[in-house]
């Protein structure tokens, strides 16, 4: 059955976890979406793990919808999550608004992600058609505002307005709400208070889903690995090595093999115009 809004309620409702991870290009869509996800976030996380940058506020409209479009054309069927990226939904309702239906209308997303808590946008966007998942806790498009990538909601006066902002989220239309690096005795308060599904990250079982970075799952990255990261595959170390040995079999001249050189028609027929290991 493909995800839609509905499965997430109907999840929460009998209790089945909800499995969401991040992709920013088609061909890891499709995986993720071959290997059974209920939903993919083209995150603007794509801003570090993808463009190599530190924090997520560089990335534009323009790319979002690059990665959403490609996402959406590599996982054909797959319920996309497109992340609003920084000053795309700050700057009053109107262009928020055109802003988040660019997603749906240009490039194939079924629902957008905000940070922070802003329920008459929310409800703006509800209005016209616009799903909306919220995200509470660490917002990383705040990094400066919190003095770098914080868990929230530690003291029981943040955890309280980090509680209500879920709860105003969750009153605005929200049918998901990311809780990102949250003790977890708040998750739990806050998953158990709220209709929508809670996806956490960083924020313990009791959520009623997780949401990965895939770079982070697949080990596909360099250096640092958040806390709250679980590596189940070594990708950035399979590829050195694999990159390593065709680097050596170049220099040595054992690659190209006479299985991937091309004869003279005539000697051995026309050669195929790509042949797989
Ligand atoms: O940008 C992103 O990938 C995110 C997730 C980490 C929730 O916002």
Redesign the pocket.
């Known amino acids: 059955m493909p995800t839609t809004t509905r499965t997430f309620a109907e999840k929460k409702r009998r209790a089945e976890k909800i499995a969401i991870v991040?992709a920013y290009d088609a061909l890891t869509a499709a995986m993720v979406h071959a290997a059974g996800v209920d939903a993919i976030?083209v995150?603007?996380?794509a801003a570090m793990v993808f463009a190599g940058h530190e924090t997520?506020l560089p990335a534009t409209m323009e790319q979002m919808l690059y990665h959403t479009s490609s996402v959406a054309r590599g996982a054909r069927g797959a319920f996309v999550i497109a992340?609003m990226p920084f000053l795309s939904f700050q700057c009053g309702l109107d262009d928020a608004v055109r802003n988040a239906g660019r997603f749906l209308k240009e490039a194939g997303a079924h629902a957008v992600?905000i940070e922070g808590c802003d329920g008459a946008l929310v409800q703006r966007l509800v209005a016209a058609g616009i799903p909306v998942m919220g995200?509470v806790g660490l917002t990383?498009q705040s990094v400066h505002a919190f003095g770098g990538f914080r868990a929230q909601g530690k003291t029981p006066e943040t955890a309280a307005r980090v509680h209500q902002q879920a709860l105003a989220l969750d009153a605005a239309g929200c049918f998901a709400i990311?809780l990102?690096c949250l003790p977890t005795d708040l998750a739990e308060r806050i998953t158990q208070s709220v209709r929508a599904a809670t996806i956490g990250?960083g924020a313990g079982v009791p959520c009623d889903g997780q949401?990965s970075?895939i770079n982070d799952l697949l080990g596909l990255s360099t250096g640092y690995l958040p806390k709250h990261a679980k590596r189940y595959a070594r990708f950035y170390d399979e590829g050195l090595g694999a990159v390593r040995q065709y680097i050596d079999e170049v220099r040595a001249g054992a690659f190209p093999g006479v299985e991937h050189s091309i004869e003279a028609a005539g000697e051995a027929g026309a050669p195929p115009a790509r042949v797989n290991p």
């Open positions: 991040t976030l995150g603007d996380s997520t992340d992600k995200h990383p990311v990102e990250i949401v970075v």
